[in-house]
Structures are given as C-alpha cells and as structure tokens.
T-cell receptor, first 115, second 119 residues
Framework: AQKVTQAQTEISVVEKEDVTLDCVYE???????LFWYKQPPSGELVFLIR??????QNEISGRYSWNFQKSTSSFNFTITASQVVDSAVYFC????????????FGKGTRLHILP | GAVVSQHPSRVICKSGTSVKIECRSL??????MFWYRQFPKKSLMLMAT?????????EQGVEKDKFLINHASLTLSTLTVTSAHPEDSSFYIC???????????????FGPGTRLTVT
C-alpha cells in the first residue's frame, strides 16, 4: 500500500529563518513519482515539484530545495530565508509510475511565517 | 502550463437538493480526471477516477449513487452531489491528466476547487 507521512502538523518560524518540512513515504513500487504542493488560504493547489524515483539528485529552485533520499524513503522540502508569503499548507504526495494512477497525499504541514 | 477550471467556485444549497460541479480542462484534452474532497484543515482524499466515455472508478467508502460523476467529453467532467446534507459540505477539487498512456508523460493539473456548503 502507498502512504505518505508528514509528521509535522504545524510549524511556526520567524521570517528569514530556514525551515524544513519532512516527508516520509511508503510504497512497494520500484518506480514512482513524488510531489510537493502548496495550498495557500485561497485553497488552490500550487504545484511545486515532481520527482521520479530514478532521480535522486537534490533540486534547488530559488529559495526552495528538495532532498530526496531513497535509502530513508524521504523527500524533504526546505525553504531558505522564509517569507510571510510562504505561509500555507504544504502537501507531500506520491503516485505510482503507471497509467491512470492516482496521487496519494500526506496530511499536510501548516506553515506559519511570523513577521 | 495547462489550466483546469471549476465552476462554481462556491455554492450554497439547501439540504436535500442536488448540486453539480463542473471541471474543465481549458487548453488540453484530459482522458482522465480525478475528484478529490478536502475537509477543513484536512488532506485531500481521492473520491473517484473518471475516464472519458466510461464509468468512474470510486474509492472505497465513496457512495457512487450519491456522488455522480460524468466524463462525457475530453474537456469536461461533472460531479453531482445528490440529496446533499450538511455533512457533504466540503472543498471539492478536480484534477485533469495530460499525456498519453506512456507514464513518463504523466502530468496532472488541479482545478481551483469548489467550496460546497449545505445548509
């Protein structure tokens, strides 16, 4: 069975601090996709990244970076120099590498960036 | 990138009535659309997978007679909540998948969501 665990329910940090959101996944598939989505108060999901299981290279996009470690089944997300606009709920998600497969979401981490 | 729209964005209906939510892929054809439900401060739970021209596949525990899904064209899927009750109040989000049957082309785009309140 597939499962995504985001152990941090809620995090508060002061602006400009770095923050890491943890994500641990379970799957029996050898090939799969991992995702991160941002959901601001408006409710619309914002796609941040998709990573396939073949690619363990870490990725950096501006202030965002992702650390994918297959050995620990983790796909952590770090925001550097956080800003108030980063306040949102962040979801880690997983899908199998097959046609028509669904995305399984973690429970989300609510991030508060305090001014 | 590809755009998915939902209509309406918000709807309030009375208990016992039915409400239809539309999900459209605006600039691409989506052979597969997904419907999710999100309770306040909760995660997204997949309700059903909808393939164009065929019956939707519902997740365990989702009442197919209550949540009617129709995917009549490659750009439109509808979710009808029949005989709505206050416990059906939720945020409903659709997504549409682009690409063919080759999994590495997999891309899924989410709509902005529809907030349903049943009074």
């Amino acid at each position: 069975a597939q499962k995504v665990t985001q152990a941090q329910t809620e995090i508060s940090v002061v602006e400009k601090e770095d923050v890491t959101l943890d994500c641990v996944y379970e799957t029996r598939d050898t090939t799969y996709y991992l995702f991160w989505y941002k959901q601001p108060p408006s409710g619309e999901l914002v796609f941040l990244i998709r990573r396939n299981s073949f690619d363990e290279q870490n990725e950096i996009s501006g202030r965002y970076s992702w650390n994918f470690q297959k050995s620990t089944s983790s796909f952590n997300f770090t925001i550097t120099a956080s800003q108030v606009v980063d306040s949102a709920v962040y979801f880690c998600a997983l899908s199998a590498w097959v046609f028509d497969d669904k995305i399984i979401f973690g429970k989300g981490t609510r991030l508060h960036i305090l001014p | 990138g590809a755009v998915v729209s939902q209509h309406p964005s918000r709807v309030i209906c009375k208990s016992g009535t039915s409400v239809k939510i539309e999900c459209r892929s605006l600039d691409f054809q989506a052979t597969t659309m997904f419907w999710y439900r999100q309770f306040p401060k909760k995660s997204l739970m997949l309700m059903a997978t909808s393939n164009e021209g065929s019956k939707a596949t519902y997740e365990q525990g989702v009442e197919k007679d209550k949540f009617l899904i129709n995917h009549a064209s490659l750009t439109l899927s509808t979710l009808t909540v029949t005989s709505a009750h206050p416990e059906d109040s939720s945020f409903y989000i659709c997504s549409a998948r682009v690409g063919g049957s080759f999994a590495p082309l997999y891309e899924q785009y989410f709509g902005p969501g529809t907030r349903l309140t049943v009074t």
